[in-house]
């Protein structure tokens, strides 16, 4: 499968996305319905893990959803006879890691395996993207991170979230299992959670700016100066879609990141300026929660996945902020 006909992979295809109701999910499994794939969509809907029904509107004809939890025996049947797995289930909050380290280890490790011993038991053949996570890196050491770094994490959501990747990549290795991980960067885009602070700074970044009317303002801990790297949610699904349909991502491991690293404060000037609404900012120190695991400036060389799977941001950063307030000033009232 070439970079140029991967999307015309999908059409057909039988796909199972786990994690369909939450914000990446959702959209990639729009994204599949658009392309033809017959799409399952499971997902736990479990409290404030970001599953929203209304993530999958008017897809509701085009994308069988089945609410269930991926920790049990129906994922033998659920994966049987699927083309492709996008493995998207995860609990992503670094907090809610380490305030409770056992359920993220329920999530990101034993869940993990529940999948992937379903696959070997059912469908051996099928094709596993799993969505990993730029925090298995820690600090970093050096600037740009690339796959070859030491992987260091700073919380307990990094590392079960190493572990869930490694599942993947020991039964590629020892079951002949097709799988391959991305390893996410901060997203963003529309049907991200907003209701809390937990999942991702700039979705509560956009909340505080869109709320600027009730005297909300955007707070940036420290000064504010922090680097890092943002991909649009349409971008990381086509990085998705390229990984389920070329054999080059079998095995493999890959980073995404943005064009460009960009400074907090300047991501929250631009949020502000996009907004028009007499939004603010102001610096605020660090909760010592949060100072203890702060890595500092992030921003991912993506070099690997470039070469291998051609893919690239296409999204500009301020594009994509401005789809993403667009988005929340017209269906706010189905995410806060």
């Given at each position: 499968?070439?970079?140029?006909?991967?999307?015309?992979?999908?059409?057909?295809?039988?796909?199972?996305?786990?994690?369909?109701?939450?914000?990446?999910?959702?959209?990639?499994?729009?994204?599949?319905?658009?392309?033809?794939?017959?799409?399952?969509?499971?997902?736990?809907?479990l409290?404030?893990?970001?599953?929203?029904?209304?993530?999958?509107?008017?897809y509701?004809?085009?994308?069988?959803?089945?609410?269930?939890?991926v920790?049990?025996?129906?994922?033998?049947?659920?994966?049987?006879?699927?083309?492709?797995?996008?493995?998207?289930?995860?609990?992503?909050?670094?907090?809610?890691?380490?305030?409770?380290?056992?359920?993220?280890?329920?999530i990101?490790?034993?869940?993990?395996l529940?999948?992937?011993?379903?696959?070997?038991?059912?469908?051996?053949?099928?094709?596993?993207?799993?969505?990993?996570?730029?925090?298995?890196?820690?600090?970093?050491?050096?600037l740009?991170?690339?796959?070859?770094?030491?992987?260091?994490?700073?919380?307990?959501?990094?590392?079960?979230?190493?572990?869930?990747?490694?599942?993947?990549?020991?039964?590629?290795?020892?079951?002949?299992?097709?799988?391959?991980?991305?390893?996410?960067?901060?997203?963003?885009?529309?049907?991200?959670?907003?209701?809390?602070?937990?999942?991702?700074?700039?979705g509560?970044?956009?909340?505080?700016?869109?709320?600027?009317?009730?005297?909300?303002?955007i707070?940036?801990?420290?000064?504010?100066?922090?680097?890092?790297?943002?991909?649009?949610?349409?971008?990381?699904?086509?990085?998705?879609?390229?990984?389920?349909?070329?054999?080059?991502?079998?095995?493999?491991?890959?980073?995404?990141?943005?064009?460009?690293?960009?400074?907090?404060?300047?991501?929250?000037?631009?949020?502000?300026?996009?907004?028009?609404?007499?939004?603010?900012?102001?610096?605020?120190?660090?909760?010592?929660?949060?100072?203890?695991?702060d890595?500092?400036?992030?921003?991912?060389?993506?070099?690997?996945?470039?070469?291998a799977?051609?893919?690239?941001?296409?999204?500009?950063?301020?594009?994509?902020?401005?789809?993403?307030?667009d988005?929340?000033?017209?269906?706010?009232?189905?995410?806060?």
């Open positions: 499968m070439s970079a140029a006909d991967y999307r015309d992979f999908y059409r057909g295809r039988r796909v199972l996305v786990t994690g369909a109701l939450g914000f990446i999910g959702s959209n990639l499994s729009r994204a599949l319905a658009d392309l033809g794939a017959q799409v399952l969509a499971v997902d736990s809907l409290p404030d893990y970001g599953g929203n029904l209304f993530n999958l509107a008017g509701e004809d085009k994308v069988r959803i089945n609410i269930a939890d920790r049990g025996h129906a994922m033998e049947y659920l994966v049987r006879g699927q083309d492709i797995l996008f493995n998207l289930a995860g609990q992503v909050s670094h907090i809610d890691s380490m305030v409770d380290p056992f359920t993220d280890l329920e990101n490790c034993r869940s993990q529940w999948i992937l011993e379903a696959v070997r038991k059912s469908n051996p053949g099928v094709k596993i993207v799993y969505a990993g996570t730029r925090q298995v890196y820690g600090k970093p050491m050096r740009p991170v690339d796959e070859t770094h030491l992987l260091n994490p700073t919380d307990v959501n990094g590392i079960n979230k190493i572990s869930g990747e490694f599942y993947h990549l020991v039964y590629h290795s020892v079951y002949g299992i097709r799988a391959c991980s991305l390893r996410l960067t901060n997203t963003y885009g529309p049907r991200q959670l907003i209701k809390h602070n937990r999942q991702g700074f700039i509560w970044f956009i909340r505080q700016v869109r709320q600027a009317v009730r005297g909300e303002e707070q940036l801990f420290g000064d504010g100066q922090q680097k890092r790297d943002f991909d649009y949610v349409d971008d990381v699904v086509d990085a998705l879609l390229r990984a389920g349909a070329m054999e080059a991502a079998d095995g493999e491991v890959f980073n995404l990141g943005g064009e460009a690293p960009v400074a907090l404060i300047d991501l929250a000037k631009m949020l502000v300026e996009i907004a028009g609404r007499g939004g603010s900012y102001r610096l605020v120190p660090f909760p010592p929660e949060r100072k203890k695991i890595i500092g400036d992030f921003y991912a060389d993506t070099t690997k996945i470039r070469a799977l051609g893919w690239r941001p296409q999204v500009p950063l301020r594009d994509g902020l401005a789809r993403t307030i988005y929340y000033r017209e269906h706010a009232e189905h995410y806060l």
